[in-house]
Structures are given as C-alpha cells and as structure tokens.
C-alpha cells in the first residue's frame, strides 16, 4: 500500500531581513546547506507599484493618480499593509471622498501632503536609514540636529570643513533614491516629523552633542573671531546647536562670545515678541558664563540678568524678575547699573496687582534721582503747575519743539524720565491727583535739558489733564497729536501701541467717534501684543469693551469677548485690569440676563464688587469708581434714579476731573436721573440746578463731537423742557434725541430716549403714543441684546422674545 510516512515538508515563514543578525539559530538555518531555502524578497512597493495599486483601488487611470501616489508612497515607502491604512485614514478624514457628481474618487492634494503618518512608518524608515550607505547616514544626521529643515547654504557653509564635506551630494542622492527627504527649493525638509525623529534619535546621546557642538563651532567661526556679535539666521541657528551641546563646552575662550552671543539673540527675540525664547536664550547665556559669571564677566552677567528680568516679566512670571533683582542688587551697587532691572520690578508690580507697592518703590528711587514730590497734592497745586507749563510750553510752536529741542543726554535726567512714564498708569490706580505733577514735570524737564522717548508721554498728560479738569479740549488733542509726533522723531516703534491706545482711551473719542475710537483700541491690543507690551494689550482690550458697552454694541457679543479676554489675562498674571473687566462682565451679564457670576468664575479671589470696593478703597480708588460706574450704568435702564445719583456723588467724591469716557456717561446719567427725580419729588431745586449744570457741560462738549454728543444734550433739553412744562418744545426735543441716536448708532440709547418719551406720554394720557414709543424701546433693547432688562415688571405687558429672570 502507499506509504503514509511523509517524505518532504514545506516550512513558511515570514522575517525582517535586518534582524538576522540577532537570531543566531535562525541565521545558521538560512545558510545551511542539507536545508533547500528559497528566498521570496518582500520589498515595499516602488512608486510604479504604489501607482497601479491605487489604480486599481480608485479605479482610474495611471495618468491621474500618479501625483497621488508619489505622495502615498513617500508617506508609507511602499509598503502595502501602510498604504492601505494611511488611504483608509483619508476616507476617514474625508480627505479622500468619493464625487456623485464626477462620479470618481477626488481628494485634496495639499491635505494628504499635510497628513500624518503611523508611528510604524517610522520604524520601517529607521531600519532603511540603517541599511543606507555610511556617509547618506551622516549627511541624515547632520540635517536632523537642525529639524524638519535645513537651508542649502547651511551646508555648504559647514562643508567648508572636511568633517562635513559631501553633505549636499549625499542628500541629493537621498531625494533622488530613498523619498526620506525632499528638496524644497534651496532647503532639504524631512517628509515627516516621524522621520526626522526617528533618524536623530539612531545617535548615539554622546555622538550626538558632539555633532551639534561641531556644527554650531564651524557655523560661528566667522563670528567668534570678530567683536560683532550682532544675530542673523546663521548665527541664531549656530548659537541653538551649541546650546544643545551647552554641558560639552569647555573652552574657556568661547564662554564670553557664546554668552553675548545668546543676549544678542534674546534681545532679538523680545523684538519679535517671542518672550518665552528670549528667557531661554537667557538662561543658555547665563550657562555659559558659569558660576564665576559676576567676577570674570561683570557686564554681560549684568546684561543678562537685566534680559532675564524683561523677558520674565513679558512672560508673566513675577516671581522670575524678582530673582533676576535679587542678584542684580546683591552684585551690583552702582544706582544707575540698577535701572533697567528696577523698570521691570515697577511694571512688574504694577501689572501684578501690586500697584501700590509699585508707586512706592518708583517714588522712592525717583527721590534718589533729584525728582521730589510732596506728601499730598491740591487743586491748587495742580492748577499752579498746569500754568507754569503751559507758560512754558507757549513760548514753542509743536514743530518747534520737534526740531529745535536737543536730545535728552543726562542719564540721571533720563532715567527719571523712564520711571515716571512708566508708573503713571499705577499712579492713576493709587493717587490719580499726582497725575498733573508729574506730567507737568516731564514737560518740564524735556523743555529745559531735552527730548527723549519717555518726553511723549509727558505731554499726552499734560493734555490729558487739560482736558480734564479745565476742558481744554482742543489744546488737549493736539497735545496728545503732539506726543505721536515725538515718538515718530525717536522711531520709538515698540512705543506706538501704548499710546495709540492712550489717545483713543482718553483724547479721541472728544472728538472722533466712539465707535472708530473702540475700534483702534481693538487693533491695538495686536499690535501691543506684536512689540511684546503685554500690559497695554491688556489695557486696550479692556478700554475697547467700555467703549464698546457704551457704543451699544450688542451684549452677548460682548460676553464671549471678556469671557476670553479675562482668562487670558488671569493666564498672563495681568490682574491690574482683571478686577475692572471682571465687574465690567458681572454689568453685562445682568444687563442680558445670563446666569452667570463672573467673579465666581475668575481665579481672584473676591466674591462680589463690595468686596472689592471695600479692600481697594484708599489702594485703587480708580477701580473703585470703575465699579461705580457699571453699577450706574445698569442703574439708569432700569430706572433706579435714586441708586444713579448716590452711586455718582460716590464716584466723584474720589476724583472730579472728567477724562475717561465713564466720567462723561457719569455726568450724563447723573444729569438725567436729577431731572427725573426733580419731577417726582418737590421742593427740590437742587436736583434741577444739577441737571441744568448737566446740560451747560453737554453743550460745550457737543462743539467737539457732535457724533458722540448730540443725542446725549438732546435728551437732556427733552427732560428740561418737560421739568418746565414746555411739552411741544420736550416733544421736538424727544423725537430729536431719537433721530441722533439712531443716526450715530448708539442703539441703546435710542432705546432709552423712547422709553423716556413713552413716559413723557404717558404722563399727558396719550397712552397709545406711549405704548407705541415703548415697543419701539424694547425693539431697540432686543437688538441690543439686554433681555434681563427687559424681563423687568415695567415691560410685562409686552412680549419681549425671550424667557429671562428680571434684574
């Protein structure tokens, strides 16, 4: 019978040609001679092989895919199992669909060329690179300790030495043959992260600081034997490489060029407002030096840690400046080599909450200076040197005072100059009545020993507070016209954002609308943000959204915004301004009915703004009048007259100057709520004499800005005229105020003047005008987006369209 026994037995089996090497039983097998082996090479997939596969995948011809496959193939090197999932991730992705309409697959190639690939993928590429010849293996190296990227004339730069010759010829060889790497006009780029990765990490840790360190010494020989040690590309790029390498330099002949090297490179950094790479540079610097940086390098190690203080504070990191200090006055006793970093501690505390502190420490070290203030300041005083200045200043045309005046050359002078600009907005905060002094003393002194950068913000002020405590209006905008003027002779680009946001928070919207003024302000938080002035970018943000509540710009939208705005500024430690734009939020949320506590929400640590007002009271009474006048603001639409005239007189007890935007509406809602009280209540001439004072303010400002104004004295002429019994006159008036408000898009207010003259009917029994005007308020309201004051009792009878507590 047949013979059962077997006679030949076939053995299958699949390995990784790489790995023979580590199996030694398996390896003898394979090259045994009594077993027959036939070998089936598994190779990935070329790209005609990569071409036909999606071919037939698609079902459309070669000629169309081909651009596909090239990309597919580069992605997967052409291996089946990864070209069949990263296509399934594209269907996935909807980056590959198929078209009812062309009736084929389509895709977007610029999306698949941005697709990731598997981690898989790169594990095949490290045992390609394995099996590539030695020198593509190190021209590979060498292109990943720079990235994903590498310029052509960076290499060929380091092929001036003989450690790095061939790199070029060996990654053109590379593109043309493996599909690792590609040229990118003059640049050799990595196809993936994945593959740069997996190619720097086949370096041995060792290996791998040695070869930045050479790459970065060849790169910077040109630079190290000169004593310009200015950055460019090249030498960012050197400096980065050598960086990596810190912990192998030994030189001591390198250690000062290399930390120049990196101030000059965080210095370069802050103006392009890339502060986290500035404090990098910094430390790396700071490395270098070594522990005997303050002995063998005093004046680096000082520049460093004055570098290392302004990038901290660009980066919100207020404990980082303060350490930075610490060893600058530990090390130095030299009043004016403190400056710099004695700037950054100011602005940090000030931008920190601390501003009290911060006016503190400014006071103090401008005493040390020559600049002495007294213990408390009057009118008198104010007015005194306001006329002193202007005195002065009228003995100088403005384009006299740009071409005529020499440049500020005392350093002392000149750092007075830097410390008093940069405190005023703390000084606003803590002793707004110091304001005059000290803008009237940097005129001052710009007049009498020079310009300089910090001069513009002298006369900003000066015009600032010209305008606000004698209604200088005119005088006060080309002053602050002026100041802009100062900083175009200094080129002082950095400067430009804070005092466009100055101008437009506290001059323009005299006379420009508040709407234009509101959009500046936004525009400047992104330019701030661009020269690296954090602060002011916070300050204009905040500055837009008052002046946008005010412009009646719709609620919610306003929402969203300081929902994000307030977290990016609890993020970037900017709580100066968080106190104001959280309570600024909470009047908004009230105003739309949103169910929301703002203050519960922040990180600060404050329940409600009476906690606030109480903790903050002789510290930060600005912020203080800030929260009275967005409790006034919601007071006045829903009618409390009472709460609008005892919360004013508060706010103006604290200062009685008029030259923010809420100091106006203050005047304004004050001006009308006495009106309204002085008809409900008798015996009380004083209400009216109040409004009256209203009115003769609003009629000289309205000769500035009739666009911001105009609708404001209109009403309050409706409301004299109806306290007078003048109704045809109150009526004009009425309508009037109604026609300008709609005309300047001050949407809220046109909701106010219908309401009021809904009531002026009301009160003369014509009650279908009464009801027509009102509906015509609560459309303007709806449009506003004020919904929790329109759920109120006195709109019951009306359907307002949405379902809201009332205030």
């Known amino acids: 019978g047949a013979d059962d026994s077997p006679h030949c037995l076939v053995v299958a089996g699949t390995y990784r040609s790489d790995e023979i090497d580590t199996n030694e039983v398996f390896g003898n097998l394979l090259r045994s001679d009594t077993v027959r082996v036939t070998n089936i090479d598994l190779a990935g997939m070329d790209i005609a092989g990569t071409n036909a596969m999606l071919s037939y995948t698609l079902q459309l011809p070669l000629r169309l895919i081909r651009e596909l496959a090239c990309v597919v193939h580069a992605k997967t090197l052409g291996n089946p199992l990864f070209v069949k999932e990263f296509m399934n991730s594209l269907v996935s992705d909807k980056e590959l669909q198929y078209s009812l309409v062309e009736a ?85 780029v990595f196809q993936h992260d ?50 990596v390498a810190s912990s192998i330099v030994t030189e001591a002949s390198l250690r000062s060029p290399l930390a120049l090297l990196n101030l000059s490179a965080s210095q370069h950094m802050i103006e392009l407002a890339k502060p986290v790479s500035a404090l990098l540079y910094v430390r790396h610097g700071l490395r270098h030096l070594g522990q005997e940086g303050w002995v063998s390098n005093f004046d680096v190690c000082l520049r460093l840690h004055d570098a290392g203080c302004l990038s901290s504070y660009l ?99 000149h750092w007075a100059m830097v410390i008093l600009a940069v405190f005023l907005p703390y000084v606003y905060t803590v002793c707004p009545n110091y304001i ?134 609890a993020q970037m430690n900017q709580t100066y301004n968080l106190f104001g734009l959280i309570s600024m939020h909470k009047a908004v949320c009230t105003l739309t009915g949103t169910q929301k506590d703002p203050f519960r929400a922040s990180r600060i640590p404050m329940k409600d703004e009476d906690e606030v007002v109480s903790k903050f009271a002789s510290e930060r009474p600005s912020l203080v009048q800030l929260i009275y006048f967005h409790q006034i603001f919601v007071a006045i639409f829903c009618s409390k007259y009472e709460v609008v005239l005892k919360l004013s007189s508060e706010y103006q007890s604290i200062s009685q100057r008029k ?101 002026f009917y009301k009160s003369r029994r014509e009650d279908k005008k009464g009801q027509e005007f009102m509906m015509n308020a609560i459309l303007c309201y709806r449009k506003w987006g004020a919904f929790g004051l329109l759920a109120q009792p006195r709109f019951q009878d009306f359907n307002v369209g949405k379902d809201v507590k009332p205030i």
């Open 194 to 243: 994945l593959i740069q990765q997996a190619v720097y990490n086949l370096i041995d840790s060792k290996e791998r600081d040695e070869l930045h360190y050479n790459i970065g010494v060849e790169l910077l020989k040109s630079i190290i034997t000169s004593t310009d040690y200015s950055v460019d590309r090249t030498s960012l790029l050197a400096i980065d490489q050598i960086n």
């Open 436 to 569: 005059p002094l000290i803008a009237c003393i940097m005129v001052d002194t710009s007049l009498a020993s020079g310009l300089c950068r910090e001069s513009a913000s002298g006369f900003f002020h000066v015009g600032v507070v010209s305008i606000g405590y004698f209604g200088e209006v005119e005088y006060g905008y080309q002053l602050s016209k002026l100041s802009l003027s100062i900083l175009q002779l200094f080129n002082a680009r950095s400067l430009y954002p804070k005092m466009k946001c100055l101008m437009n928070g506290y001059v323009s919207f005299w006379v420009e609308p508040l709407q234009s003024t509101a959009m500046s302000l936004a525009e400047s938080y992104e330019e701030a943000l661009m020269v690296g002035d954090v602060e002011y970018a916070m300050i204009g943000s905040t500055v837009s959204c008052m002046q946008n509540i005010v412009c009646g710009r719709e609620l919610f939208a306003m929402e969203k915004e300081m929902d994000a705005l307030a977290t990016q500024m």
């Open 104 to 188: 084929r697959w389509i895709w977007d190639i610029d999306a698949v060329k941005s697709k990731s690939v598997d981690v898989s993928v790169a594990e095949i590429m490290t045992r390609k690179v394995l099996h590539m010849p030695k020198e593509y293996q190190y021209a590979l190296s060498v292109a990943s300790c720079f990235g994903m990227r590498v310029g052509e004339e960076i290499l060929q730069l380091l092929e001036t030495s003989k450690t790095f010759i061939g790199l070029v010829h060996s990654l053109d060889q590379i593109v043309m043959k493996e599909g690792m790497i590609q040229k990118n006009g003059s640049s050799f």
């Open 659 to 759: 030259a923010t935007i809420h100091d106006i509406f203050v005047v304004f809602f004050q001006g009308l709520s006495s009106l309204r009280l002085y008809r409900l209540q008798q015996n009380t001439p004083e209400l009216y004499s109040m409004g009256m004072s209203v009115l003769r303010q609003f009629q000289s400002w309205v000769t500035h800005s009739e666009w911001n104004f105009e609708n404001k004295l209109l009403l309050l002429e409706a409301e004299v005229h109806f306290s007078k019994g003048e109704h045809d006159l109150a009526e004009e008036k009425y309508l009037a105020a109604i026609e300008s408000a709609r005309k300047h898009r001050f949407v809220h207010e046109e909701g106010l003047s219908n309401e009021l003259l809904s009531t």
């Open 315 to 413: 980066n919100g990191m207020p404990r980082g400046v303060e350490a930075y200090i610490e060893e600058i006055m530990k090390h130095t006793t030299d009043m004016m080599g403190r400056m710099k970093s004695i700037y950054v501690l100011i602005r940090t505390l000030g931008t920190s909450g601390r501003q009290e502190v911060a006016v503190e420490k400014a006071f103090h070290f401008l005493g040390l200076l020559g600049e002495d203030f007294p213990d408390d300041v009057s009118l008198t005083d104010i007015q005194s040197a306001l006329a002193s200045t202007k005195t002065k200043l009228a003995k100088y045309s403005h384009d006299q005072i740009l071409t005529s005046l020499p440049r500020l050359t005392d350093e002392k002078k």
